[in-house]
Every structure is written in C-alpha cells, then in structure tokens.
C-alpha cells in the first residue's frame, strides 16, 4: 500500500474519531464561540474554508510523520535511524521558528530518510505562517463582530453643524452639562433636509408602504420598551437616523418613544442624544417630548434654572404648561415626576385639576326622544343583587387573566380500556418533552432575532419576549391540539397565533395598571343594574360609567398585519421544527428515532397552490384513541359571566380586560378605526348605546332541549334536526382497485367518487366541531347566567362578540337559549306563545292572528304530547320549518297551560317578531311604491302577506305559461314550484345576488326534493332563477330602479378614485374596504408567504366591488339602524330586547308594546322606517 493511500484511510478514521467541534488551540479562544457557533451553514464563509484546509494539512502531516516511522521500524538500509519528533501545532499566539536539519548522531544521513524529515519540517514551518496569519485575521474579525454587536449610542448626525458640536460636547474635558446642550437644542430652529436627503425621502416608496414600515418600526420600539430592551431600541433609531434612506421611516412618535423610556430611567444623557436626532431630522418637539425632558429633570432633581429654560422654550414653541397635565396620556408616577421638575421653577404651579367633561348629547332628531330628559323612564334593572353581580365580576376577572377557559367535551366519553390509558399516558409525557422542547428553541429563536437586532432593523425579538417562553410553548400547543386532520393554511394559522400572543400581552399589559381601578369603577357601575339599588337619577349605561371617573387610559395600539403574520410564521415554524415523536407511533414495527408531529405541504386550493400544516396521521390517531374529555377556549370566544362593560369610545367597552374592536374588520384594515376616531364624539353615542343595551341582556341555557340534543349528539346525530352525525358516518370510499384495463371514463368516475367522499368527510367533521363547541358550552354553562357583547360590521350590523354559543346561529343554536330574567305572562301572552309557535311551523303564514290562535288551539294535543313525549310520542315537532325552537316553544306553552294561573307564569321564553323580507321593505319605503310596500306588510291590510308566496305564486303563472308552449323543463317543474324554493332567492336579490348565486340556491332547494328528477336540476335551476327575477321585476319596478341608480353612483365614484363613504341615519360613519389587492410579502423560513390585503388605502378602489357592493351594504346600514332605535326605545321602555338582524326578540307580555315602537318611528319626517309584521319569516 502506498503511502498516500495509507494516508486517506488514516485520515478518514482520524476525522471519526475527532471529537466534535474545533480541534486544538482554536476551540479554546473563548472570542471564537461566538462565530463558531453550534448551527452552521452548509455553505461555509472563505475564511472557514482556509480554516479547514490548514486543519487537513495538519492531518495529512500526521500522517506522513506516521509512515516515517513505519520505514525506520522496517531498518530499511537507505535510512539513518532516528527516533522522528511527532509533529505539534504552535502554542496560541507562539511561533516556532524553523529548525535545520543536524549532522552527526542526531541528523540524519544523506538518503530517504533526511529527505522526508527534510521535507516534514518545511511543511510544519510552512503550514505554522500560514496558521498564524489565519488567526490574526480570525481576531480582527472578531474585534469587528464585536463592535457591531456593541449597541451604539451616540448619533451619527447629517446637520454638519449639529454633528460638530455633538462631537465638540464629546471631546470637551470637563464635558459641558448635558442641560446646557439641550438648552441650546430647544432654541434650534427645525433644521430643513438637504436637497439629497429630501430626494432618498422621497423616494421611499408608495405611502401606504412607508406608512406600514413606519408602524412597524413604532411597535418595535414600544415593544422593546415593555420588554426591557431600552438600549437597543435606542441602538435600532440611531442606525435608522443615521442612514437617509431608513430615516424615512422615522416618525417623532418614534423619537418620542424612546425619550420616554431614557425619562422613565432618568437618564439625561441619552435623551439629551434623541433630542439631538430630533433636530437633525428638522422635526419640532411637541408636548410628549417636552414632558420626557421635564419628567427626566424631575427625577434627576435638576436646578430650576435648568427648569425654566426648558419651560420658556416650550411657550415660545405655542405650547402650554397646563396641556402637559391634561393632554398627555401618562401615569400617575409619570405625572408626579413631571410636576416635581416644574416645581422647581414655579413653586406655585398647580395642575388643573381634572374637569367633569360635560356630557356631549346627540343631536340626531331620530335620538331626541332617547336622550330627553323629560318623560317618562323606566330603564330596567337585572334580576340579580349587588353582592351577586359584584361576585360574577370576580369569576370573569380571573377567566380573562387566565386568558383561557378549560371546559368539559359533551362527545360520549370512551370506556377507559388500557390503550385508552396508554394514549392519555403517552400524550402526557410528549406534551412535557415538547414544553421543554419549544422552550429551548424559543431561546434559541430569541438569541437569533436579538443578534441580527443588533445590526440595526427591527426584528421579532422584542415581540417574542413580551410572554415567557412556558406561555409561548402552551399557546402553541393549543394551537396544536385544535388542528384539523387536513390541516390548515400556513397564513391563516400563522395570523391566528400572531394575533392570539398580541392578545395575550394586552391583557397582562393592563393586569399591571388597570385591574384595581376597573375593580372600583365597575362597583359603582352595578349600582346601576343591581335588583336592590338605586341611583339618584337614573340614565342610560354609558352615560353613568363616564360620570365614575376620568377617560380611560390610552388603548393598545395593534401590531401592523405583516408584524402579525411574520410572528405567528416564526411561532409556527418552531411547532414543525421542535414538536417531535417517537417514529413506533406510526409503525409500531419502525424504528425510535423521532419524526415530525406537523409537517408542511403544498395543496391547491381553486387554482392557487398554498402551504398547509399537516399534522402526522399517527398522532390524530392518538390523539382520538386517547378521546381527552376537556376543550379550551379563548377568554374571549366564551359567553361573559357578568355584565359587559359599556361601550363609551370605538375602542373601549365589552370585555373587561381581553381588546375587542367595535367595529369588527379584516385584520389589517385601519380605515374604519381613523373614520370612527375622526369623527365627534357625540356622533357614535348611539350605536355605542344600542350595542351596549343589546349587550346586557342576560342569557340561561334551555336545560330540557338541551338534554334532548346531547342524547341525539351521543348517538349517531340526525342530520336532519340539525345535529351532525359523527365522522364514522361519513360515506366510505370504493373498495378494491379498478382492473388494468379499466377505461378512462372509468378511472375519471372513481376520481370524482373519492373526491365526493373526502369532501362530504371533511363538511361533516367542520359540523361536527361546530355543534361540539356549542353544546360543550352550553352544557359548561347549563346553570349559570351569562351575558353576550355585542359588537358590529363596518355596515353597523350588530353581532355577539363570542362565536360558539350565541342566538345568531342555527335553530338549534336558538332553541338552546332563553332570558334569564322572566316576566308574567299577562293576559295575552299565552296567546303570542301560541302565535309564536305557528309562525315557527311555517304553516299559516297568510293568515291573521285570529286564524292562527284558532290553528294553535285545534293542535294543542299535538303541542302538549311533543312536550311531553318529544321522542317517543307522535313528533309532531320534527315535520314542522324549525323543529327545536318549535319544540322549545311546546315546552313553554305546556307550562303555562298547566300553570293554575297562564297570566301569572313566569315565562323566560323569547318571542320573535321578524321582518317581512327587510330589504324589499327598505326599497319600497326609499321608492315610496305602494304596490311593493303593500306586499311587504309596509301598508295595513286584514291579511298579512307574505312576498315569497307571492313571487312562488307569479313564477307559477310563467311556469304555466311556457308548459303549455311546450318548453320541457317547464313541464318537468309542475307541482314543485314552492315558497321554500324561492325564498332565498327572493330574500338575496335585494342584497345583490347575481343570476348565478341564485341558481345555486334555486340547485340545493331542488336537490332537496326527493321526487324530482335529478337529471332536470341544473336545467330547471336556470329556468327558475330567470323566472325570479323577472317576477321581481315586475312586482318591484321601483327596487329595481333605486339598485340600479345606486350601481352607478358607485360606479362612478369609485372610478373617481374614492371609496363610496356616507353616514347612517343613526350617525355611524361609512366607507366601503374594497380597494384593488396590495401584496405584502414575508420570506425565509419553511416557506415565503405572499398575502393580498384589500383594506390599503393608497391602492385604488376596486370598481367592481364597489358598485356591486354597495346596494346591499345601504340596504343593511339602514336595516341595521332601524333595530337600534328600536332597541333604544325599548331599553326606555323597560323592554327585554334583542335582535337577529331584522327579527326582533323580547319577552311574551311586551310583545304588544315593542310593535308599537316601529309605528312611533316611522312618524319621524327624516325617517322612513319599514314597519314589521306579526309574522314570521
């Protein structure tokens, strides 16, 4: 064997034995650890690569070193013997200079052996220089890495003047008092950018973009604040000023921001350096940044001289003394600071003291009645005590600092077998692993974002500290855990954790400054609602809760989407790069190693491919084996267990603690929020108020329709009552494999089978979650009272903030609640039960009252054996438009029935009262057409009507007419032309439904029906959808008119360049969100997320949206502001009232007296209000 190839095998088994890391002197310097850290690139930088190869020059002497002595061992007669010195690297930072070879004993003779001893100590000598050299570098490298990761301070400042005497201040021996230079820095006219500077500005890009960049780097700063990193927001600002094309992005919010962290910590000098960038920048200071130089002063106890100056200075800047009291938002702390340094120069100085603000009134004429101080009131008050109310404070309070709520699952719980227990086992001590496995990449992710903060650029390290890392690794894996088998988008899931950890931090945020002052304030408050006290003068929520206190403090700014998006990406990666299991979970047969609990594909969804999240089928496997009996939820997902707190501003009220926006909005979206801050106070007073009322309504869960559901659910479901059937009943794929020679039609038809089948799965399982979470927190709730915050679209549509368990949703949905708070029947209550429970039968629409109290007595056995033997007896219930409600309202009329006295039981059941077809409604009031009003129940008449019989009614007349023409279809159609075919339909022209959204509920109307001839349906739904909307057409000449006129303003509005804006009756300001599509995208990581967002106001409107949208959206802003005033008499009236959009809700024994509301309404001149009809939809 050669020597060399002797060599490569040696080193080969050299390089396996080495331990790992770098061998030798270097893995010794301690300033190395840092560049050669444990995660390296596969790409390695130059200097690594002459690293390397010295390292395997060292080898490879080594080894030859090894084959001298081989030939000395072997006495070959060429070579002197001589015991050869085995080769050592150079002590660190030592040379060995280089050694001639000797004559005599210790030489070495003239041959092959002087030859190779020769030549070993020429590459020693050689391979040494070189070594040297590296390591000089290697130190100069690190000197340089040091210095940039060393946070500077000191500004590099593009006003050469300014910069000068910075520099002349720094070099000045004994230094200049700082106060004396920001003396002369307050006297320095705003210094204007040079030509070059204003041009990099300029040239910043699209507004909107320096816009986000601008919030971005606010939140940075304010997040590094709250988290204690000062230093290096100051560190990131001073890199931003010194560079002209960053500096774009600094706004005085942002130098103002860091000036009060220096104040906070009374640190003089560093401020005194922001003040100078502030000049620099050409920007003049405004009461924040005089109030951080005041505060800074006050906490360093400066000499009054020092004092004054700065106070001169700020009046002759406009500003005055008093405004820093009142006008800047600091705390009590803050204050006291302030106002120790402006004693100081004027001893005699007293804050203003805090005025009562005088209430603003809405001057609406629509609210004049509402806010009148005359009249009679007869607010009502809850049910519940103080002591009671004041003890469902504190239970809420402490759900919202826990930020979540743990409750028990309703799905039948599995017996506990030993692989039940193994699964439950097996989760737990995975579950341990991974906490403490995301809680090491959490500090590994931290130390990374933190280094490359260093370099200058925001970065997410702030925002990962704001939580601990144990509250991080549990977000994430509830996050996890709630993860449906097919996965879920890598942005959706990504915004969702983002927005989850920004939650989170606000609440903890306001544990810190709020909780005791809200604690005080929301005691008195319940004086107000409590059953045992009174107040000196009684008035609406909001008016009470402003006069407890001053404003509240400022709200919590939120982060900008990409912030949002770029987080809860990084969050998420973390879950597929740390959340490991045991690859035996997935092949019991496999190996231990540890595989991937999620991993991250591409699946097409329409025609765009997007990443998904996929958790590993083993571990959905275990995690249903193990059938864990508890879900979780937000703080805020979940029903209140007090009252909510009073909406009084667009960004206060609902939840005690958890942020809720007013106006419910695309993450992202800021239009809405600068239109409602814009806009008067008084202006909003009464959507604030209607929101409020509809918000304290409380709520209890209907305990015997509730049992009944759960017995269905714990079975096999019934889809057709509503309650979804568990997965294992989902249609099951084909079996077997078509042959080799199956045809292509065939291959096609199984394709289409199997994708049938996984989306039938997939629908299944959504509706399975979704009645699990109802009916797990109804259970959760089954004894308690709770109350719903309410909130609302940018069109003024109110809906409840928690979206598992409200009366928005389905019949079930509905029938699972009643009013905590009961009232007397009365002596006709009883009766509008018995109406109620008709018009939910949908079987006597077009007739009167009378007729349908008649029909109610002749079923009345009916109704009492559906109460009594729901299951078992003749079910008359089930056959009826909304069974559970249906039921529900039997159970009732039972009670009260049976009852010794009907007019003296206590009833808790809601009664409704729903809008004939709302939108016909409003049209026909805008176009005064008598023809449609009277249709729409807007003109009196002995019999209501019902529009959609109507317009089933003309479609059959045209039916009927092309049948005898021959046209097929039209045949075929004979006896299945029906209201509940065209309800819809009808229902949804007026908001803008197309010919093919109709077509496409006319299509599931007739998939329906178990006796059409499915082959006709796509034909006949064509053919229908026509004959709707010409029978609209020629009942509602005038609807057809106003949405056409108000396609076209719209039209044209947008194609001016703006957004369609107006203002609601009740005052609510409007625009439409529609603007041509902005991409924002994030890179790095497992993959680049590119996202549209539609809300950039700097795009141009979308024309299309715009003009298609607007209509509907009119049509619900007026909608939406004639159930606020109605709500808002109501609550002047005593009444229970809420609202499902245009049905109305409130106790049996005022059904009476809310119908004469809308009557009261529509006498206003400015206000043409629909009426509604006593019946149901």
Avoid at 287 to 310: F, I, N, P
């Amino acid at each position: 064997m050669s020597a060399f190839r002797w060599g490569r095998g040696a080193s080969g088994l050299r390089r396996a034995l080495w331990p790992a890391g770098p061998p030798g002197p270097l893995a010794e310097e301690g300033a190395l650890s840092g560049v050669w850290g444990r995660r390296r690139s596969l790409s390695a930088s130059p200097c690594e690569q002459d690293r390397r190869k010295d390292w395997g020059h060292a080898e490879l002497l080594e080894v030859l070193e090894a084959r001298v002595r081989q030939l000395q061992a072997a006495r070959v007669s060429e070579v002197t013997e001589r015991r050869p010195r085995p080769a050592r690297l150079p002590e660190a930072g030592g040379f060995q200079p280089r050694r001639k070879a000797q004559k005599g004993g210790e030489g070495t003779a003239p041959g092959l052996g002087g030859h190779w001893a020769q030549k070993l100590d020429q590459e020693k000598w050689a391979m040494q220089r070189r070594k040297q050299r590296l390591q000089a570098k290697l130190q100069v490298r690190v000197q340089q890495l040091a210095c940039e990761h060393r946070l500077r301070m000191v500004p590099q400042l593009l006003s050469a003047p300014l910069a000068e005497r910075l520099l002349r201040w720094e070099q000045e021996t004994p230094r200049s008092p700082w106060e004396e230079q920001l003396a002369r820095l307050l006297r320095e006219a705003p210094r204007r950018l040079s030509c070059e500077a204003e041009r990099a500005h300029e040239a910043g890009g699209a507004p909107a973009r320096l816009e986000t960049q601008q919030q971005r780097l606010l939140a940075f700063l304010e997040c590094c604040l709250l988290s204690g990193h000062l230093p290096l927001a100051h560190h990131v600002l001073v890199t931003c000023h010194g560079k002209w094309r960053q500096r774009r992005v600094l706004t005085l919010a942002a130098y103002n921001t860091v000036m009060l962290g220096w104040a906070r910590k009374g640190s003089f000098r560093e401020l005194v350096y922001v003040f100078f960038m502030v000049k620099d920048a050409g920007l003049t200071p405004d009461l924040l940044s005089y109030a951080a130089a005041l505060q800074c002063m006050g906490r360093l106890d400066q000499d009054a001289r020092t004092v004054q100056r700065c106070l001169d200075q700020m009046a002759q800047d406009g500003l005055r003394l008093q405004d820093l009291f009142s006008s800047v938002p600091l705390c009590q702390e803050e204050q006291a600071a302030l106002l120790q340094a402006v004693h100081k120069a004027q001893p005699t100085f007293s804050p203003p003291l805090q005025p009562q603000p005088e209430p603003q009134v809405n001057t609406s004429p629509l609210l004049r009645e509402i806010y009148a101080k005359e009249g009679p009131v007869s607010y009502p008050k809850l049910h519940l005590p103080l002591w009671k109310l004041q003890t469902l404070f504190q239970q809420q309070l402490r759900v919202e600092m826990a930020t979540t709520v743990t409750v028990q699952s309703v799905e039948k719980a599995q017996l506990l077998t030993k692989e039940v227990l193994d699964a439950r086992r097996t989760l737990k001590q995975l579950r341990t692993a991974w906490v403490e496995a995301l809680c090491a990449g959490l500090r590994d992710v931290k130390a990374s974002e933190a280094r490359a903060a260093r370099s200058g650029r925001p970065t997410l390290f702030p925002y990962l500290c704001l939580l601990t890392e144990r509250e991080l690794a549990r977000l994430l894996l509830q996050t996890l855990q709630v993860l449906p088998p097919q996965g879920e988008s890598l942005l959706s899931l990504a915004q969702q954790l983002g927005l989850r950890v920004f939650n989170r931090h606000a609440v903890q945020k306001k544990q810190l400054s709020q909780v005791q002052a809200l604690q005080q304030r929301y005691y008195q408050y319940l004086h107000l609602l409590a059953s045992d006290t009174q107040v000196a003068v009684p008035c609406l929520p909001r008016q009470y809760w402003e006069t407890l206190g001053a404003p509240e403090a400022p709200h919590e700014q939120p982060w900008p989407l990409p912030v949002l998006v770029q987080l809860g990406k990084r969050l998420a990666e973390m879950l597929v790069e740390v959340v490991r299991m045991p690859g035996s979970l997935a092949a019991p047969q496999g190996s231990c190693s540890l595989i991937p609990v999620l991993y991250h594909v591409y699946s097409f969804r329409s025609f765009r491919q997007i990443g998904i999240l996929k958790p590993h089928p083993a571990f959905t496997q275990l995690l249903a084996t193990a059938a864990e009996h508890t879900l979780t939820f937000e703080a805020a997902e979940v029903p209140m267990l007090c009252p909510p707190l009073p909406w009084t501003s667009p960004h206060t009220g609902a939840f005690l603690l958890s942020p809720t926006k007013l106006v419910r909005s695309v993450e992202g979206t800021t239009q809405h929020q600068r239109l409602l801050d814009s806009c008067p106070p008084a202006e909003l007073h009464g959507a604030l108020d209607a929101l409020t009322q509809l918000g304290n309504c409380a709520w209890r869960v209907n305990g015997r329709v509730l049992d009944l559901v759960l017995e269905l659910f714990a079975a096999k479901g019934c889809p057709r009552l509503g309650v979804p059937a568990p997965p294992s009943e989902a249609p099951r794929p084909p079996e077997g494999r078509l042959p080799p020679d199956a045809s292509p039609a065939q291959k096609a038809e199984l394709r289409r089978e199997l994708a049938r089948c996984l989306k039938v799965a997939r629908e299944m399982h959504s509706l399975r979650s979704d009645a699990l979470y109802r009916l797990s927190l109804a259970q959760h709730l089954r004894h308690r009272v709770f109350w719903l915050p309410h909130n609302m679209d940018f069109r003024g549509r109110t809906y409840p903030c928690p979206p598992h368990f409200n009366h928005l949703g389905s019949d079930l949905a509905r029938a699972l609640l009643e009013f905590a708070q009961g009232r007397p029947l009365g002596p006709r209550g009883l009766d509008w039960l018995k109406v109620h429970l008709v018009n939910l039968t949908g079987l006597k629409k077009r007739e009167p009252l009378q007729a349908r109290l008649v029909f109610a007595d002749e079923v009345m056995e009916d109704i009492l054996d559906s109460a009594d033997r729901p299951m078992t007896g003749r079910k008359w219930w089930m056959e009826v438009e909304e069974p559970w409600q249906a039921l529900a309202c039997c159970m009732e009329i039972a009670r009260a029935v049976r009852a010794p006295n009907p007019a003296a039981y206590i009833s808790h059941f809601p009664v409704h009262q729903d809008g004939s077809c709302n939108g016909l409604q409003h049209y026909a009031a805008l176009g005064r057409d008598s023809i449609g009003a009277a249709s729409v129940n807007l003109l009196p008449s002995d019999v209501p009507q019902d529009v959609y019989s109507g317009v089933a009614a003309q479609v059959e007349v045209f039916r009927s007419q092309d049948a005898k023409r021959g046209v097929r279809v039209a045949q075929v159609l004979e006896g299945f032309i029906s209201r509940k075919v065209v309800k819809q339909t009808v229902m949804t022209v007026v908001y803008g439904v197309t010919r093919y959204g109709g077509r496409l509920q006319i299509e599931r109307r007739l998939r329906e029906l178990s006796d059409f001839p499915q082959e006709f349906v796509w034909e006949a739904s064509h053919y229908l959808v026509r004959q709707v909307f010409n029978s609209l057409q020629e009942m509602f000449s005038g609807t057809r008119a106003i949405q056409h006129w108000l396609t076209e303003s719209a039209r044209l509005i947008a194609h001016a360049g703006s957004a369609v804006e107006w203002v609601t009756p009740l005052g609510i300001p409007i625009i439409q969100p529609y603007h041509r599509d902005s991409k924002v995208m994030i890179s790095g990581g497992i993959q680049s997320l590119t996202f549209s967002h539609s809300g950039d106001t700097s795009q141009r409107p979308n024309t299309l949206k715009q003009k298609n949208g607007f209509p509907p959206n009119f049509i619900h802003s007026l909608d939406s502001s004639h159930m606020m005033l109605t709500a808002l008499h109501c609550y002047r009236k005593g009444l229970t009232f809420v609202s499902v959009h245009d049905c109305f809700w409130t106790h049996a024994a005022d059904v009476e007296v809310m119908n004469q509301v809308p009557t009261a309404l529509e006498g206003h001149a400015d206000w043409q209000a629909p009426g509604h009809a006593e019946v149901g939809a």
